[in-house]
């Protein structure tokens, strides 16, 4: 059974940093693009960062420089550093893998999911 879990959401401070990680399990992600989309309150679904098979990376326009995605294929781990962040980057965070050599931005190439964690940045 194939699952993701995502960790290390939370409250912070608008300037803070945090940290999530989701563990994927069930089968390996070595040649997966592993991705983070947000969702915030009456918004869509929208793809935050990407990182394929062989590192190479996508980051949507508001948060290059802020926030870095790094994977660890031996822990099939994915990461996604955020710094400096700010009020708008307030939603539900959720983890996604697609099979596919590369990335692509469209929330339903996405097969697997997450649950979401919730990352809250006060003003």
């Known amino acids: 059974q194939v699952q993701l879990v995502e960790s290390g959401g939370g409250l912070v401070q608008a300037g803070g940093s945090l940290r999530l990680s989701c563990a994927a399990s069930?089968?390996?992600?070595?040649?997966?693009?592993m991705a983070w989309f947000r969702q915030a309150p009456g918004k869509e679904r929208e793809l935050v960062a990407a990182?394929?098979?062989?590192?190479?990376?996508y980051y949507v326009d508001s948060v290059k420089g802020r926030f870095t995605i790094s994977r660890d294929k031996a822990k099939n781990t994915v990461y996604l550093q955020m710094n400096s962040l700010k009020p708008e980057d307030t939603a539900i965070y959720y983890c996604?893998?697609?099979?596919?050599?590369?990335?692509?931005?469209?929330?339903?190439?996405?097969?697997?999911w997450g649950q979401g964690t919730q990352v809250t940045v006060s003003s």
């Open positions: 996604a893998a697609n099979q596919t050599p590369t990335v692509l931005t469209a929330t339903r190439r996405y097969k697997y």
């Open positions: 990182i394929s098979w062989n590192s190479v990376t």
């Open positions: 069930g089968r390996a992600f070595s040649n997966d693009v």
